[in-house]
């Protein structure tokens, strides 16, 4: 990472809570997976199973995505099934400031774009790059002093943005809203969902991709994530 950063790329160092050997072993419950609630550990599990059941070699943005929906959607449903109004109640808290989080994320990557595709010389460029980052943590700082409590999100903001941090965050989410508009096309049923899943993963990659941005441009409102209820427990 030092050798990357001496020779002026971005760099993004960080470790991982858990892995998958994608059904090969018995994967471990291991120590850095019990630093969060119980809710946290059980999207941790639901994430990694996933892996199990539907994974593509080679495409990052598929695997994560799918992962990711697979977490949110077994959080939800295990939460509901316990009648655990509180703990459902604090997970919409969390994913309603993620989601908010994220739109900060993303509209920082389209202006990015902007400034990376400009004909403009290269120090404007540099100094548009700084400013979009700076706009970036100014904005999440002000989205951030009205969170009295946790979840918080400072590490993706932490201790900078760089083009490696959001490459790192996009892996696990771009993909995200793509499946999650496949799951309520399946009528919320899983095994049609995994059928639809295997079935996009047998594509060429270039068909694959296509699909999911597709799927992605599809804002089907029962998706998105309810509002969280200010009057939580």
């Not at 548009?128 to 946790?150: K, V």
């Not at 941005?213 to 998706?223: C, D, F, Y």
Request: glycine share 8%.
């Amino acid at each position: 990472a030092t050798r990357l950063v001496d020779r002026g790329d971005d760099v993004f160092v960080g470790g991982v809570a858990a892995y998958s050997t994608l059904g090969w072993f018995a994967d471990p419950v291991l120590n850095t997976m019990l630093g969060d609630n119980d809710t946290g550990l059980a999207g941790l599990l639901f994430h990694e199973l996933a892996h199990q059941r539907v994974y593509v070699p080679g495409d990052t943005l598929f695997n994560e995505g799918f992962a990711t929906l697979v977490e949110e959607e077994g959080t939800r449903r295990w939460l509901a099934s316990r009648s655990d109004e509180t703990g459902l109640c604090s997970w919409e808290v969390r994913e309603s400031r993620r989601t908010a989080a994220l739109r900060i994320i993303g509209e920082l990557r389209s202006l990015l774009a902007v400034v990376y595709a400009s004909d403009a010389p290269v120090e404007l460029r540099r100094q548009q790059r700084a400013a979009a980052f700076d706009q970036a943590l100014s904005t999440y700082a002000r989205l951030r002093a009205g969170w009295t409590e946790p979840p918080w999100f400072d590490t993706w903001f932490e201790p900078g943005l760089n083009n490696a941090r959001l490459a790192a965050l996009s892996s696990y989410e771009d993909y995200v809203p793509a499946f999650r508009a496949l799951l309520v096309r399946d009528g919320g049923d899983l095994a049609r969902f995994y059928k639809s899943v295997e079935a996009l993963g047998a594509l060429d990659p270039e068909d694959r991709e296509l699909a999911l941005q597709e799927l992605s441009l599809q804002q089907v409102a029962s998706v998105s994530v309810p509002p969280a209820s200010g009057n939580c427990p």
